[in-house]
């Protein structure tokens, strides 16, 4: 279990007219668990990702995994983070090498080690670029070799800062698909950290971080509500939401539990077909 108590974090000091992103956020996320915390540029969403991590230090209260204070440093691959740029991530000239780096770190045996490198490029496309350097592959196809690399490592907890903004629509829907067969397989956390309602819906609790804190909460369902509030807050419907009010407009009701465009495309074939 993951528990946030409390944090507050500064860049600075208060005197010294220091920025403080964040005020006494308070979280608790089970294994298994998947978490959206939505919030605009320079809400604080990659300084708490980077306070769970290890890589920076609260200013004051206590971040605890499985039951023990995480200290800088120390997220190790219990912790894996994917920011969304692959440039801040990825250290070496190619794919295997970057994919061998961190297991080897970890003490996976070599037999291992192939396996995984294997599995999880696979997973993202991109097990036949295995021996080609990074920089003759795309931004997009870049960030899939980064997303890989730290599946590969297993962590029980995943941070993702908004980790899917360099791919394309399609790697998208097929990354959030992977990313819930993991939760619901090997029990991993996801906290997904993002600008987008849309992506946000894909998670089972939603999280607004604004002003320092967590302010309010929802379901996926009540994000397709024009009465969420979301729209006050400076949040466009998701895109899904938008095209069923439409369609109820046009006379054609779309059942409730509908909550991605993948269902909605899903539905909406089903029901031409029938």
């Not at 980077?50 to 004051?60: C, E, V």
């Not at 920011?83 to 970057?98: A, K, R």
């Not at 795309?138 to 908004?162: C, F, H, M, T, W």
Request: hydrophobic share 40%; with cysteine; charged share 20%.
């Amino acid at each position: 279990m993951l528990e946030l108590k409390k944090v507050c974090f500064s860049y600075g000091d208060q005197e010294g007219g220091g920025s403080f992103p964040l005020r006494g956020v308070s979280l608790t996320v089970e294994r298994g668990g998947y978490v959206a915390i939505l919030g605009r540029n320079a809400a604080g969403k990659t300084t708490l990702a980077k306070l769970i991590k290890g890589l920076l230090y609260p200013s004051s209260g206590e971040i605890l995994i499985d039951g023990q204070p995480i200290c800088p440093g120390e997220g190790g691959s219990v912790v894996g983070l994917i920011f969304s740029n692959p440039d801040d991530q990825l250290l070496f000239p190619t794919v295997e090498e970057e994919m061998a780096f961190g297991l080897e770190c970890m003490g996976v045996e070599r037999e291992t080690i192939r396996r995984r490198m294997l599995e999880y490029l696979g997973l993202l496309g991109m097990e036949q670029f295995l021996s080609v350097p990074l920089h003759f592959l795309s931004k997009g196809q870049r960030q899939r070799v980064a997303i890989a690399a730290v599946l590969a490592l297993e962590p029980n907890y995943l941070l993702l800062d908004e980790a899917t903004s360099a791919l394309d629509p399609r790697w998208r829907s097929r990354f959030m698909s992977i990313l819930s067969e993991l939760s619901a397989r090997r029990k991993m956390a996801i906290i997904h950290f993002a600008t987008s309602v849309e992506e946000a819906s894909y998670a089972r609790l939603i999280l607004i971080l604004e002003n320092g804190g967590l302010t309010a909460k929802y379901i996926p369902a009540e994000i397709s509500s024009p009465g969420s509030g979301l729209i006050e807050r400076g949040y466009p419907l998701p895109s899904v939401a938008e095209l069923s009010l439409r369609l109820e407009q046009m006379g054609h009701p779309i059942p409730p539990g509908i909550l991605t465009m993948e269902e909605m495309e899903t539905f909406l074939l089903t029901a031409m077909r029938d």
